[in-house]
């Protein structure tokens, strides 16, 4: 039986139209992602390096199950809204504290779409010059890239659809939700007051 958590969230689970991707889902692809990571960075001391927001609860559930020492830092670049997301903007709007010259970085990422944000960030990164840098992501839309790039590490592919939940959001909210869903069609058409 697939287990459905909406009723619990109250007006945020009624906005969601499916549950597209369970916690139970989530939490068992984490600790195979975290399995692997584990094994092949054993003795390397990496650096888990995170995108700012929608992150969160990946990183942080990825790190818990991940028995090697590993150290972690944030990047934090400007989120474009759902109605202008194609035109590739990014920002960095807060960046590492400590330099990544010579270390064995693990990019992480939420969800990859066009691949924009990703492309310039690692850019951005190798410039840095690290020893490695390898790229997690816990979701991936391969229908929209637009620069092909290549993820060692890789949760689920999702179709082509706008999805909250599990740090994802829709104008900063849902992303408490533990389940990852779509909304209904109403909440992109509805202006909310205040
Ligand atoms: P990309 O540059 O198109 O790959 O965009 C990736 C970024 O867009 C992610 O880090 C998210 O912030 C956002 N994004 C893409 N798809 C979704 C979605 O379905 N829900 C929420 N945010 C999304
Ligand atoms: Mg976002």
Do not use: W
Request: hydrophobic letters at 40%.
């Amino acid at each position: 039986m697939v287990s459905d958590h909406r009723k619990q969230y109250g007006s945020m689970g009624s906005d969601i139209q499916e549950i597209v991707i369970t916690s139970e889902q989530i939490q068992e692809k984490v600790s195979a992602l975290s399995h692997a990571i584990s094994r092949d960075y054993l003795g390397l001391n990496p650096l888990m390096v995170g995108v700012l927001k929608g992150v969160l609860f990946f990183m942080a559930d990825l790190l818990r199950s991940i028995t090697i020492p590993i150290e972690i830092d944030f990047i934090a670049v400007s989120s474009y809204s759902a109605e202008t997301r194609d035109q590739g903007y990014v920002r960095v709007i807060k960046d590492l504290e400590n330099p990544i010259h010579n270390r064995h970085v693990i990019f992480v990422e939420d969800v990859i779409d066009t691949g924009l944000t990703l492309n310039y960030l690692l850019q951005n990164l190798r410039a840095r010059q690290p020893a490695s840098i390898e790229v997690c992501t816990l979701f991936n839309k391969p229908e929209h890239r637009l620069i092909d790039i290549p993820i060692r590490y890789k949760g689920f592919d999702l179709p082509d659809e706008f999805v909250v939940g599990y740090g994802l959001d829709f104008k900063e909210k849902y992303r408490n939700l533990p389940f990852v869903g779509s909304l209904k069609s109403s909440i992109f058409q509805t202006p909310r007051l205040k």
